[in-house]
C-alpha cells in the first residue's frame, strides 16, 4: 500500500485570472495526514476554507466551480490534476482571488512548482477509492458518456469530437500517471472562435488572450467582426480568410484531447481520494466530469469504508496454522480462518461461516443467525492478530479486553456468508493498551462494525 503524501515546502505562482483578469497569487501549504487538498480564500474577513470536493461543485461553464455558502473559488481543474497526478493526498492551496490563475491553460507550471519544492512521504496510508462493478454516465442530449470500470491502477481513455474543419475527432491515453508529465500536464486548454463573444457577454475570459489558451479559428466571418471580436480580447488584428490555430498551431497532434483528459484528472479529484479504475469519456466535459464524481462521492458517504478486496486466489499472509501460533484461542472458538492483509496499523482476516458452526445448532435451530457477539469477538481476534504479529515471542502473550463501544449490527449474518474484517489501530500502544476500530462486511455491505481497548498481557 503506498503512504499519503503533501509537499516538502510552501511555494506560489502569480499570474492572470481566466475569467476575472485578476492579477492573482496561490499558495501551495504542505498538510497534516489525512487532511486532504483545502482551498482558503486569504483575501476574504476570515479566510474561510472549504474541501475540494464534488459537493461544492456550483458551476461548469469553461471551468469547474466550487461554492461553499458565499465563497467561491473556479478554474480550479489544473491544480487538482496536477497535484493527484503527482500523488499529493494533503495540501492547502491559499489564494487571494476568486479564482486560481491560468499561467498557459495547462498544468505545466503547477507541477513544476510542485517538482522543484519536492514531494513528501507521510506515515498514514492511502485511502483509494476502488472500483468494484462498472459506473456509467450519459448525458443523451450531447453524447456525452464516462464509464469507469474496475482496474488495479488507475488509467484514462478519452474520446472528442466536433463538427469543425480543423479539430475533428481526437483521442489520447494515459495507462500510467507515470506518463502524465511528459504526456499530459503541457496540453493547454482551448476555446473556438465562435464561442468568445457569447462567453465575453456572460462576463467570462476576462483574462483570455492567445497566450493562456489554443484558439482554433474553423468558421470563417467577415474581417469586420474578427477584428472585433480581437478587440473584444485585446489580441491584435488577423487575416480573417486564414482559417486554423490563432497562436502558431498545437503542441502535438492529439494536445486538445489530451487537455481533456487533463481536466477530467482534475474533476475526479474532487472524489476526494485516489481512484482505481479504468476511465473511459467519450466527448467530455466539466459538467459529466463532476456529476459522475458527486455520484462516486454519494457511494463513499453511504458507507465510512470500503470493503476490503478479498481474492481468495491469492495465497494469504497468516494460514490458520500460523494462525494458531499466534492466538490461544482453538476450536470451537477459533473465528478466522486466514489473514489476507497486514499493514503496521492495519489488518484484513477472514472467516468463512459454515452450517457446521457449533452456535447454530441452538442460534437458532430454524433460522440460523451467527451471534452479534462471536463476530465482535472475531474482529478482536483479528484485531489481536495485528498487536502480537509485531512482538518477539508473541507466543508468551495474550490480548484482552478492556473496553467495546459504539458497537453496531447492520445485517445478520448466515451460513455460506464469507466475513471480511478490517481492523485499523487508532493510536499508538501504549502502556501495553492498544485502540481499534473494526468493521466486519459480507459481500462488500457492513454487518457489523464496533471500536475496542485492549490489553497485551505476558502469560504467566
Known sequence: MSKQNTIKKAFTLTGKGLHSGLEITLTFVPAPENHG????????????????????????????VLKKGDVQVSTIEHVLSALYALGIDNCMLEVNAPEFPILDGSAKYFVEGIQQVGIEEQTAEK???????????????????????????????????????????????????DNYVKEISCARTFVFVHEIEPLVKMNLIKGGDLKNAIVIYDRQVSQSVFDNLADLMGQPHQDASKLGYLNGGIKFDNEPASHKLLDIIGDLALIGKPLKGKVIATFPGHKINTDIAKVIRKEIKKQEIQAPVYDDTVPPILDVNAIRKLLPHRWPFLLVDKVIDMRSKVVVGVKNVTGNETFFVGHFPEEPVMPGVLIVEA?????????????????????YFLKIDNVKFRHKVVPGDTLVFHLEMTDEIRRGCALMRGHAFVGGKVVCEAEFMAQIVKNK
Open 37 to 64: 487538498i483545502k482551498i482558503k480564500r486569504i483575501d476574504l474577513p476570515e479566510q474561510p476554507v472549504m474541501d475540494a470536493v464534488a459537493e461544492y461543485v456550483a458551476e461548469t461553464t469553461r471551468g469547474t
Open 127 to 177: 485511502d483509494y477509492y476502488i472500483v468494484r462493478k462498472k459506473i456509467e454516465f450519459s448525458v443523451p442530449e450531447t453524447g456525452a458518456k464516462i464509464i469507469i470500470l474496475p482496474d488495479d491502477t488507475f488509467s484514462v481513455d478519452v474520446h472528442i469530437g466536433f463538427k469543425s474543419t480543423v479539430l475533428n475527432n481526437q483521442f489520447a491515453s494515459l495507462s500510467s500517471l
Open 379 to 399: 474482529m478482536a481476534q483479528t484485531g489481536g492478530l495485528l498487536v502480537l504479529h509485531g512482538l518477539e515471542d508473541a507466543h508468551r502473550y495474550s490480548t
